[in-house]
């Protein structure tokens, strides 16, 4: 077969250079309408200013690593004093850090908007929302959707709490509900905010940090009297083993044996020393130094993690925590046995509230990660990134007011509990905390706010619920203790009270956000904060590893 020869084109078609020039003209051009038709219908980029939606967006922020345990965190820029200088503390060991801010910080996160997407899709609540302020129309504002239109909306006890109709019955907005949100499980993951993490464990395992004013030691520990437990923080990486002695194992029918030992959680590690896992740097990091005010507030909704290796196959484990179900708080587990019963337990009586069985799934020598999240009224317990259970109470609103408060971080009861004839290895233990949205206290008028006096009772008095007319949505930021928001504003442009408020004034227009304001759900962060590469901040590189989608 003769090669294959290359037409030329007709010389009536081919292309001149003049003629290429422009047809490439031509196509820049209509990228960049394309681009901008883009722009302005469906996607715009915007910046976070402020550390109000913290830690999920990022404002202006200086950026810290512990030199002991290697935890790198964020905090808000406005923490460096005239100097530049930023004297903060780490949230996992307490070491103080000296972090020299004079290059200016980081400048906020670059995101961007889906415009538009709520004249084609109702807005769901625990959105991330951009908005316009409706003190400032000129100015845009991005916070939590947490309040829809029509319902009577309070906060109580850090959640959401709605009313649907006068009369209806009150309720938790969970976010942990697919039919409040299909993106729940992003959502409520993403706003967990560490505790503690056993991976960060300082160099000189606390010794140092001790010379400094700080005072930490290891917070999972055993009861004096339980001597079948090591715990090697040697690395770096906690690994706390449990070894039961076979003396000691109580008879649990007649061929086999069982020995219990619990790790229970210490917030306060030192009892000379009052700041630890229950202080504000470490409850609210990003806000340092300036506090949070959490300390006066309980610890209630939380997540509760490990990972488990057993050294045989009847180790069974239970995770636990404090809760206040209809009346005082009282102990909750999460009971995962070795014959692949799971349970939820709960009560002085360890009544069982729920169980289901699976197979066997803690094997020998096999790891498996246990979660169990105690959040907004719900209990869900995970294995290996399944829910395995899950369980909801609602309460009535006489229930939910009366019923006794709990005490601050110090007085929660956490425990990992272990039971079987063998042994087992724990890792990565993990205590989160939920959002909780600030009320503002019996002292602050905060809208939609419904506080408990320090005896733990609610006055009516103090309810200041609010009832959002159609097409208005009320909004918080993540960090709620500082975060100008629905709950705070106290005045409303005259141009947007007379198109949405028919011209009213005063604190029944305050707070709300008319739909016509809203201009779409936050989805990406595209470009993150850049890390500086030189002492003047002028150089930087991407910071592509935190580029992360918005939920």
Known sequence: MPPLKRKRPPAARRKSPDQSLKETAESVVVAFILA??????????????????APTLLGHHVRAQCEQCGYAFKSDAGSADASGDAELRCPMCFNPLYVDNRPGGHAGDRILVQKYLYRFAEPKRYDVAVFKNPEDPDTNFIKRLVGLPGETLMLLDGNVYTQPAPHADWAVARKTSPEVNPRWERIQRDVFQP????????????????RRGAFWTFPWQPDEADDTWDIDLASGDAVVTWAPDAASAVSDGPDQSASTGALRFDFSPHPDYRSAYHADYAMYPYNQPGGSGLTRTP???LRLAVTVTPSTDDVSVTLSSLARLDGPPVPVHARFAADGTVELVAGPNDAVVRRVTLPPFLQANDETTLEFWVVDQSFLLWIDGEVALRHEHDLAYDQLVNRPNLTDA????????????GGATLRDLELDRDLFYDDGGVGFNYRAGLPRAPDGRVSPRFNRAVTLEPDHFFMVGDNAPHSEDSRKWVAVHPAVANQHFAGRRGPEVHGRVPRNLLMG???????????????NGRAVLPNLGEIRFIH
């Open 299 to 301: 610890l209630e909704d």
């Open 410 to 421: 110090r007085g929660q009861d956490i425990r990992v509990t272990l039971t079987g004839s």
């Open 195 to 210: 505790i503690y993490h056993s991976r960060y464990v300082p160099e000189d395992e606390g010794a140092g940090v001790q």
């Open 521 to 535: 759900r936050a989805f990406l962060v595209y470009y993150p904060a850049p890390q500086s590469i030189t002492e």
């Open 36 to 53: 901008f038709v883009f722009r302005a219908y469906v996607v715009e980029a915007f910046q976070i200013p402020t550390g109000s939606m």
